[in-house]
C-alpha cells in the first residue's frame, strides 16, 4: 500500500472536524433559553397597603337616679326580682319581700356548713328562682344551678357543672334558646395560682349547658374590676349586656362584636351601688334592682338610655 493511500482517511477526518465542531455549537446555543424581555406597559411593582392605625370608640359616661331604696340585711351578693316581690341574697340565704311595704314575707335558707355556701346571683323565671352557686373561696373551683319556688320558698332542683376551667358561676340568664353566664377568677388568694382576675369571662351555652362560644372583657374594664370580676350581669332590654364588678359604683356596658373575642365596651355608668348582682324589672322597662353590699340595702333605679353608636358592636339579642 502507498504512504498517499495511508494517507486518505487522515485528510478526510481532519476535513470533517470543522463541520462536527460546527454541529455541536449550533446544538449547545440551541439549548440556551432565548433572552427575555418586558413587555412594554407592564405593571410596576405593588405599592405598601395604607392600613390606618385602630383608634377605639370612646365609651359613653351616663349616669343612673336612684328612686328608692330597701332596708334587706341579706342584700350582701345580690337582688331578683318579679312582679310584686324581690329577693335579697346572701350566700346561703334567699329573702322574700314585698315590693309595696318592704316587709319580708318568706325565705330559703341552706344549714350553715351545708352544701350551699355561696350564692352569686338569682334571677325570677316563671315563678321560679334559679340562682348561680358556687364553692367559693374553694379550688378547684365549682360551680352549680339552685332552683327555688318562688311561690312556697322551697328549693325544687339542682343541677350540677362541676369544675369548670372558665371559673366561679357569677350569674346567668336565658339567651336565645339557651343561656349567658359570668364566670370570675380572683387575684386573691381564693383564686388559682395559674389564673388571675384577667382570666375571668363570658360564655354562652345552650339549653342543655353545653358551650356554645364565649367572650373576653376589654382589658381597661378588668383593671377596674381587679382584684376581682364580674360580680353581677345581665342583658339588659335594649339588648346590651351589663355588667357590675364587685364593689365600685360603676356599671359598664357592652355590645357583642362583629369581630374577635373582645366584648366591645359601648358606656360607663355611674349607678350609686356598691357593685355586685343586679337584676332588671322586667315589669317596669328602664328599672333595675341592685344592692349596696356595705349597709344592706336593695336600691332601685331608673336607668339612662344607652344608644349603639358605635359600628363595631351588634346587639345580643
Not at 12 to 20: F, H, K, N, V
Not at 248 to 262: Q, T
Request: glycine share 10%; hydrophobic share 40%.
Amino acid at each position: 500500500m502507498s504512504r498517499y493511500s495511508l494517507l486518505v482517511p487522515v485528510l478526510l477526518t481532519i476535513a470533517l472536524l470543522p463541520a462536527c465542531v460546527s454541529a455541536g455549537s449550533g446544538s449547545a446555543d440551541a439549548q440556551q433559553p432565548p433572552a427575555q424581555s418586558t413587555p412594554q406597559g407592564a405593571p410596576s411593582a405593588p405599592q405598601r397597603l395604607d392600613i390606618p392605625t385602630y383608634s377605639p370608640v370612646p365609651a359613653l359616661q351616663l349616669k343612673a337616679t336612684m328612686v328608692r331604696e330597701y332596708q334587706a340585711p341579706e342584700a350582701r351578693q345580690g337582688v331578683a326580682v318579679d312582679a310584686n316581690h324581690f329577693y335579697a341574697v346572701v350566700n346561703n340565704v334567699v329573702a322574700k319581700y314585698d315590693k309595696a311595704t318592704g316587709s319580708r314575707v318568706a325565705y330559703w335558707a341552706s344549714p350553715r356548713g351545708g352544701p350551699i355556701r355561696h350564692i352569686n346571683s338569682c334571677i325570677a323565671d316563671g315563678g321560679e328562682l334559679w340562682c348561680a352557686n358556687s364553692n367559693f373561696p374553694e379550688t378547684p373551683m365549682a360551680s352549680s344551678i339552685e332552683v327555688i319556688d318562688a311561690a312556697t320558698m322551697t328549693h325544687v332542683r339542682s343541677h350540677s357543672l362541676g369544675v369548670l376551667d372558665e371559673g366561679s358561676l357569677t350569674f346567668f340568664e336565658r339567651l336565645g334558646g339557651g343561656w349567658i353566664a359570668g364566670f370570675a377568677h380572683y387575684d386573691e388568694d381564693s383564686g388559682l395560682p395559674f389564673k388571675n382576675s384577667s382570666y375571668a369571662g363570658i360564655v354562652s351555652y345552650d339549653a342543655d349547658w353545653r358551650r356554645l362560644g364565649g367572650w373576653m372583657i376589654p382589658a381597661a374594664v378588668r383593671e377596674r374590676m381587679a382584684p376581682h370580676a364580674a360580680s353581677g350581669g345581665g342583658i339588659g332590654p335594649d339588648g346590651l349586656l351589663y355588667l357590675f364588678g364587685h364593689d365600685r359604683p360603676e356599671m359598664y356596658v357592652f355590645a357583642k362584636p362583629k369581630l374577635g373575642p373582645v366584648l366591645v365596651h359601648i358606656a360607663t355608668i355611674d349607678v350609686d351601688a356598691a357593685g355586685q348582682a343586679f337584676t332588671w324589672d322586667v315589669s317596669k322597662p328602664g328599672t333595675l334592682y341592685a344592692i349596696n353590699r356595705p349597709n344592706g340595702t336593695v336600691r332601685v333605679f331608673d336607668m339612662p338610655a344607652v344608644a349603639l353608636t358605635n359600628p363595631e358592636g351588634e346587639r345580643f339579642r
